[in-house]
């Protein structure tokens, strides 16, 4: 994703968090994982609840929203490294976009086999 200038919004923050869902649990369930794996990895980073997480989908809430409404998101999230679209997620200071990146890069571990003590950092 290209960098943004002054008060310019990338346009993912924009897209509905319901339409970019059904790839995260594509890429999981392609590589053997499951739909309630991917859920609880969302659950454990934004502290929705799981009807909360739900009501959120129903009202195509965008990404912005989705992450800014967040009831907490989990302390441990800082414990996620690494490089995710050429970009170390630790490094990222806007902090939408930073978790936005938490989230592809937990569902990459998911994807590549991880346990999910080891990706929820437990």
Do not use: H
């Amino acid at each position: 994703m290209k960098p943004t200038t002054g008060n310019t919004k990338p346009r993912i923050y924009a897209m509905s968090f319901s339409r970019v869902y059904p790839e995260y649990i594509n890429k999981a369930e392609k590589k053997g994982r499951t739909k309630k794996e991917v859920d609880e990895i969302i659950l454990w980073l934004t502290g929705y609840s799981a009807n909360e997480f739900e009501a959120q989908l129903k009202k195509e809430t965008d990404i912005e929203t989705f992450y800014k409404e967040a009831p907490k998101m989990n302390p441990a999230r800082k414990l996620i490294t690494g490089l995710i679209c050429g970009v170390r997620v630790e490094d990222i200071k806007e902090p939408t976009m930073q978790s936005l990146r938490y989230l592809d890069k937990l569902i990459d571990e998911l994807a590549k086999g991880k346990t999910m003590d080891k990706i929820l950092r437990s």
